[in-house]
Every structure is written in structure tokens, then in C-alpha cells.
């Protein structure tokens, strides 16, 4: 018996700063998440920096990020976040500083097609139609 | 006595990754086992012979869950041996010092996986709830709990701000504190040691025998250290304490861990102290010349070898890594003969196995 009562007084201090730190939880996802200011998210482009040089497009691991090229000024830079390994290697290869990790993060979602999205559209804007 | 075969895994409570045992049980004892690796094989050797060197550090980061910082400094320091390019001092030193914060988070995460195992659910949760301190600070330098992607060939990605430095300091501190209350129960709780006494003994020639390595060895007498025995900048200008026990058992190992863990405090703290001002990286060239080197460094379990071969292209010839787990592994036949069925699962949880490590 007073060997157990000693084991217990080694994890007093403990227990004491428990009781006194309060509940740690977090009421996500009815409240916002709490994310530290260089949390690695969503890849976001700056369109009017882009030169669609392909540098992240070459460096990326997870082959997330592709470029359709049409000509030498028209292209189409597209992110699948479903293939994203968010380690920020684009933002590190990127020469003009126009990509970069943003704070946010991609939702669940049934169908990972929905994610795919276009970052920067470059391509001619197609001809008027006829009236 | 009739024998029963008790298969333990690939999918088992007791287990945290994909393994597989074969135990033979006379009465209560284990009278022989078997073990089966490869469920988590993900060919990332082969992987990188087909990606560029940029690309690699992070295919070898996700190795492993817990000691991922640790692969990619193995592996840039490699290919910095290759190029022949010298680190800014204070590149060196951040590295150095989220290398130790994961030695914490290491050992703190298996101190509650071992407290769980054995039934010591205030221990799990204490431990893994002071874990979630380190786990901020390397989400707050790096932006990544778990793979922090801060490494790059040539230096490091991020860098410290006075202001956070002295924050980093006081959170040290209250870790520190922590950590003492958590090694107290180690060495006084009386359950604790009701359990891991005596249990799983490795001795001194076993030791040597499986060539083990890490606090496993250190466990059992051998004063081996790789940041100590090869010390490479910033470790050579730190002072700090190799922790050895001579008992062998879990018990041994629990204590040495939260020792290194304590240790690995006290170096952060230096580090932070002393850290040189200058740049956080060099450019270095996308193409590494043609040779091979072996890159070793001390990870939370033991000593991490990598051996990189270059072509003088772009892309590696050929990465082999070999993990700590991969040689204490070994040790867990011998360690499991004449065991008890109900210390099973600490005899598997005192080798700390990172099974995804080993599989690679």
C-alpha cells in the first residue's frame, strides 16, 4: 500500500497541470481550425507573376502540378491536390515568386476529380461566334 | 504439453504497423517464434533511381512517420559529401536542432505506445499529450507536423527570428519539466517496473552478436553513440551526456530513452543558444558528380546508413538505406524464447520498431 501511494505522488505535478490547463479540444469542423501561420495548405498562383517556365512542374514529387503548353505564351498550369504531397517544393523552385503554400487545406470529398483545378489559363480566348 | 501456434499480426491491436509473428506457446510460455516482414515494401529504394535528387528528399522523407527529418539530413548530407559543397554554420545547426526535436517526439510517442501496451493508460495519454508541444514547435518552424520538408541540398528551408527563438527557449523549458516528471514515474512507479523488469533481456554479447544499435544497445551496456563517436558540426562544439544502463531489459531501455529524451533537451537549448548568424543555405548543382559515399547519422533508434551512388547525372544510380529497426529486429526471436504470453507485447514494444523503416 505504500509503495502504490508513493508511485501516485511522482504523477501528482502532472495531474495538477492537467486539471489546470482545461479541455484541449477543438470543436473542429463547427469551428475553424487552428493553423500555424507557415502551415503548408493549398498551392495558390500569383497568374500575373507566372511565366510558365515549368521549373515546378519539373521539381514537383507527387507529380501534382502539370502544364499544358499550346505555344510559347499559351499554356495552362493545372494542380490535382488529390496527388499533392503539400511539401512546398514548387514554392521553392519557382524562380518569380508566384506560387506558394497557402494556410488553407482541400475538404473531404466523394470524388476526387472535383478537386482538379486550373491555376493559371493562358490559352487564346476562343473566336467570337458568328451573329 | 500440446503446442498452439498464435499468429500475432499483419493486422493486430498490439501492433502499430503491419508485421507478422508466429508464436509456438507450450502452457503460458513461447517456446518458438517466426517473423514475417514486407507489408509495408513501397520499392522507394528502386523510386528514387527514377526521380531527380530535389525530388528524392522528399520520397525518402515519407520513409517513416515519426523519424522522417532524420532520412533526408542522411541523405542530403550524402549528396553534400558528393558535391563537395560546405553548409553554412547556421544551417547546420537548424538542421541539428529538429533532429533532437524529434528524438523527443520519438521517444515520448513510444513511451505511450509502451505505457498502452502494458495497460498504463494515464502514462499514453500524459505522454503523448506533452508530445503534442513538440509536435507544434516543428509544425511552427516548418509548417509540417509529420514531414516537415525543411531540408533541402545545400542548407535548410526555414529559419529562426530572435523574438521566436526566445519563445522557443521558454517552451523548452516548460517540456523540460515534463519530461522530469515522466522519467520519475519511470524510475519509481512500481507497476511500471512490475512489468518491464527482467523482460525481454538482451546481454552485452547478444548485443555485439545482432550488431544492435540505438538506446537498444545503449541498454544493454554498449556506449555507442554516432553524435558523440563521429561527431560532425554542431555536435562537436555541444556538450552532452550518452545515457547507458547495464540491465538489458525494457525497463533499461524505457529509462535510457527518456535519459536521451532529457539530453536531447539540453542540446536543443545549446544549439539555440549558440546559433550562429549567416545564410541558411548555398546553391549547389541540380547534376552530382560521379562517385559514392556512405552517409551515417544517430536517429531516434539507432544509426541510419545511407550508401548513394551518382552517374553525374541528375538522378542517383542507386540509394540503399539501411534502418536501425532493421538490425534490432533481429533480436526479437531470441528475445521472445521462454517469454511469458502476457509480456509478449512489451518484449515488442521495447525494441521501439518502426516496421515502415524496415520495409521501406
Known amino acids: 500500500m505504500g509503495f502504490s501511494l508513493r508511485s501516485i505522488v511522482y504523477l501528482l505535478p502532472q495531474v495538477w497541470r492537467v486539471l489546470r490547463a482545461g479541455p484541449l479540444t477543438v470543436q473542429f469542423p463547427f469551428a475553424p481550425p487552428e493553423l500555424q501561420e507557415g502551415y503548408r495548405g493549398q498551392v495558390v498562383v500569383d497568374a500575373a507573376r507566372c511565366r510558365g517556365c515549368s521549373l515546378c512542374v519539373r521539381d514537383c514529387p507527387a507529380f501534382a502540378l502539370e502544364l499544358e503548353r499550346e505555344g510559347r505564351e499559351e499554356y495552362r498550369l493545372i494542380y490535382h491536390p488529390d496527388r499533392c504531397a503539400y511539401c512546398g517544393q514548387c514554392e521553392l523552385s519557382c524562380q518569380f515568386g508566384a506560387i506558394r503554400l497557402s494556410n488553407t487545406f482541400t475538404r473531404a470529398t466523394a470524388d476526387r476529380d472535383t478537386l482538379t483545378r486550373v491555376l493559371v489559363d493562358r490559352r487564346p480566348s476562343p473566336p467570337p461566334l458568328d451573329e | ?360
Open chain 2, 1 to 360: 504439453m500440446t503446442k498452439i501456434i498464435v499468429p500475432i499480426g499483419p493486422q493486430h491491436p498490439l501492433l502499430k504497423e503491419p508485421v507478422s509473428f508466429q508464436l509456438t506457446v507450450e502452457g503460458e510460455h513461447v517456446t518458438e517464434s517466426a517473423m514475417r516482414l514486407g507489408y509495408v515494401h513501397r520499392g522507394i529504394e528502386r523510386l528514387c533511381q527514377e526521380r531527380t535528387y530535389v525530388q528524392n528528399i522528399h520520397l525518402l522523407e515519407r520513409i517513416c512517420g515519426i523519424c522522417s527529418h532524420v532520412h533526408t539530413t542522411t541523405f542530403c548530407q550524402g549528396v553534400e559529401a558528393l558535391l563537395g559543397v560546405k553548409l553554412p554554420s547556421r544551417a547546420l545547426y537548424l538542421r541539428a536542432l529538429l533532429c533532437e526535436l524529434e528524438r523527443i517526439h520519438s521517444h515520448l510517442l513510444w513511451l505511450g505506445v509502451l505505457a498502452l501496451n502494458i495497460g498504463f493508460d494515464t502514462i499514453f495519454m500524459y505522454a503523448w499529450h506533452d508530445r503534442e508541444v513538440v509536435l507544434d514547435i516543428m509544425e511552427d518552424l516548418s509548417g509540417g507536423r509529420v514531414s516537415h520538408a525543411v531540408n533541402i541540398v545545400g542548407g535548410v528551408r526555414f529559419d529562426l527570428t530572435d523574438d521566436r527563438r526566445v519563445t522557443l527557449l521558454r517552451q523548452l523549458n516548460g517540456l523540460e519539466e515534463q519530461v522530469r516528471i515522466l522519467l520519475g514515474v519511470v524510475e519509481h512507479e512500481q507497476t511500471l517496473q512490475a512489468r518491464t523488469r527482467n523482460v525481454g533481456r538482451l546481454s552485452l554479447e547478444q548485443i555485439r552478436r545482432y550488431c544492435v544499435v540505438g538506446p537498444v544497445a545503449r541498454a544493454s551496456g554498449l556506449d555507442v553513440d554516432l553524435r558523440r563517436d563521429m561527431p560532425r558540426p554542431p555536435y562537436d562544439g555541444l556538450t552532452f551526456q550518452v545515457p547507458v544502463r547495464q540491465e538489458g531489459d525494457v525497463w533499461a531501455r524505457t529509462l535510457v530513452r527518456m535519459l536521451e529524451t532529457v539530453e536531447s533537451v539540453h542540446l536543443c537549448r545549446q544549439m539555440l543558444d549558440l546559433l550562429p548568424p549567416g545564410p541558411v543555405s548555398t546553391r549547389v548543382s541540380r547534376r552530382v558528380p560521379a562517385g559514392e559515399v556512405v552517409s551515417r547519422t544517430e536517429a531516434p533508434r539507432g544509426e541510419v546508413v545511407y550508401y548513394i551512388r551518382s552517374d553525374g547525372s541528375d538522378k542517383p544510380a542507386r540509394v540503399k538505406v539501411r534502418t536501425p529497426t532493421l538490425t534490432n529486429l533481429i533480436t526479437l526471436p531470441s528475445q521472445l524464447e521462454n517469454v511469458n504470453m502476457a509480456d509478449v507485447s512489451v518484449v515488442l514494444s521495447g525494441v521501439d520498431l518502426c516496421i515502415a523503416c524496415a520495409d521501406r
